[in-house]
């Protein structure tokens, strides 16, 4: 082979190699990975436009927020995303969980259960969800255990969908995720009356 072809080849390689760098770095770019810079450490990428915690913290400053996602007695109120120690009663009973990379507490009250989850610190505390049988909570469109379906679908007209895979029992979910994430609330009914209401941040899945 003489030198012309030799260099004309080699020429044609490193010309082929750089398309296809360049079309591999704009896959991944578009994709929200950005694979620039050092490689040699971290190859996880750094996500572009990953939804801020500024999002997720505003949900507590939210008027509707604090409305939808709360459960209200006579004497205490348990609100996802709130502190634990907004929820003013001792527990009768409590199971710690670390599992999926999580720090959870399970509290069992004698009229509600709620599942709170440790900060990144391991200190505080924050309800992530809760649950009641008793018909001593309400949401705070007035719907409580022992409602009928009919009431239910009153105070809830839109955005209230039934989960038809629950053959155990009749099930209707509050959801609007392009408002409130993967907070949602949870109707379970027997014979078309409410026997328990659970409200969660369905987050980890």
Same mark, same amino acid.
């Given at each position: ?7 004309? #080849? ?16 704009? $896959? ?9 810079? *050092? #490689? ?5 990428? /750094? ?6 915690? =500024? ?8 008027? *509707?927020?604090?409305? =939808? ?5 006579? =004497? ?20 710690? *969980? ?7 507490? *399970?509290?069992?009250?004698?009229? $509600? ?17 809760? %649950? ?36 155990? %029992? ?5 959801? #609007? ?6 907070? +949602?609330?949870?109707?379970? #009914?027997?014979?078309?009356? $409410?026997? +328990?209401?659970?409200? /969660? ?5």
């Amino acid at each position: 082979m003489s030198k012309v072809r030799v260099f004309i #080849l080699i020429v044609v390689t490193i010309v082929i190699f750089g398309l296809g760098m360049f079309a591999f770095r704009n $896959i991944n770019t578009n994709n929200g990975i950005d694979f620039s810079g *050092d #490689l040699s450490g971290d190859i996880s990428g /750094e996500i572009i436009n990953e939804p801020s915690g =500024e999002f997720i913290d505003n949900w507590l400053h939210d008027e *509707d927020f604090m409305k =939808e996602f709360t459960l209200i007695s006579s =004497e205490n109120k348990a609100t996802i995303g709130a502190e634990l120690t907004t929820f003013k009663k001792e527990p009768i009973s409590q199971k710690e *969980d670390r599992s999926d990379g999580f720090h959870w507490i *399970d509290y069992t009250y004698d009229d $509600i259960e709620i599942t709170a989850m440790f900060d990144g610190e391991d200190i505080k505390q924050y309800i992530h969800a809760m %649950e009641t049988k008793s018909s001593d909570y309400e949401t705070t469109r007035k719907i409580k255990v022992g409602d009928t379906l009919e009431t239910l679908k009153a105070a809830y007209p839109e955005d209230l969908n039934q989960n038809e895979w629950n053959t155990e %029992e009749t099930e209707y979910v509050y959801y #609007l995720p392009e408002k409130y994430g993967f907070n +949602r609330i949870f109707f379970f #009914l027997k014979d078309n009356v $409410i026997t +328990r209401i659970r409200i /969660e941040n369905g987050i980890d899945g």
